[in-house]
């Protein structure tokens, strides 16, 4: 099915591994232009850009920055323009997830502060720079697809800094539905809601089998996704042809998972 991305300009963060890479080849496929965030895996985004370079008509560029750090998301931005001549697309997926769980009686101040910068600042510096550079190019639309995790529908035990991070991502999705129109008429924000996906971030405690078949005996579909299927998920909703009616949508990509047993 035809997406009409082909030749849209999208930016993704986190862009160097798991869900952001995976988005960034099948943006790749339906022929976008993509830049490539990543921080502090220079090699790895220059990898990504090669792989993607090698598939017709695409073209990538990656751009490394530190997403907690405004002056650094501006230049992202900036240097993303340049290249391109502007962003019509914006997938906010970088995070952290600390992989020690921690109870919130007994969570640092650092550590909160911490993930809140990235998995949340983060994501409203991003927002903000794409919606200014839409009103400087008096764009009629564009669109912002945010990652946020089912931790941010059920909690997360353990968890607590990053499972209010993506909470809140959701809050900020809603709002800027409402804000985007005001700038780019047709623009849209919709957000995914992963469960358990095989990616880099989560690979440590899916090598435990006892922990997969518990997490997967909360979904109807008894599996961990890939991360091309939270891609393809994205890319749906970047599409305006596909999903041209969709703004504040939540969309969650977990096999099914309710916050009970379904697989005794």
């Not at 022929?31 to 921080?39: E, F, K, L, S, T």
């Not at 911490?114 to 400087?136: E, S």
């Not at 089912?150 to 209010?164: N, P, R, S, W």
Request: aromatic share 4%.
């Amino acid at each position: 099915m035809n997406t009409d991305l082909e030749g849209r300009r999208i930016l993704v963060t986190g862009a160097s591994g798991g869900i952001g890479a995976a988005t960034c080849h099948e943006l790749a496929g339906e022929g976008a232009q993509i830049v490539v965030h990543y921080r502090g895996g220079a090699s790895r985004a220059a990898a990504v850009v090669e792989e993607l370079e090698r598939l017709p008509g695409c073209q990538a560029h990656a751009i490394g920055a530190d997403l907690r750090a405004e002056d650094q998301v501006e230049s992202l931005f900036a240097a993303a323009v340049e290249r391109f001549g502007a962003v019509d697309g914006l997938v906010v997926n970088a995070g952290i997830w600390p992989e020690r769980a921690t109870p919130l009686a007994d969570l640092s101040l650092d550590q909160w502060r911490d993930t809140i910068a990235v998995n949340l600042t983060g994501a409203f510096l991003c927002c903000r720079a794409f919606l200014r550079q839409l009103r400087a190019a008096g764009a009629e639309s564009g669109s912002i697809v945010l990652v946020g995790s089912t931790a941010g529908i059920y909690g997360e035990e353990g968890h607590g800094d990053y499972a209010a991070t993506k909470s809140a991502l959701v809050g900020l999705m809603l709002t800027l539905k409402n804000e985007i129109v005001r700038i780019a008429p047709r623009g849209r924000v919709n957000l995914v809601h992963p469960g358990w996906v095989a990616t880099p971030m989560a690979r440590s405690a899916l090598e435990d089998r006892s922990m997969v078949s518990r997490v997967t005996s909360t979904m109807a579909l008894r599996k961990v996704a890939a991360p091309e299927d939270v891609a393809r998920a994205i890319v749906f909703l970047l599409s305006d042809r596909l999903a041209g009616h969709l703004s504040g949508t939540v969309m969650p990509i977990a096999g099914g998972m309710e916050g009970r047993l379904i697989h005794p």
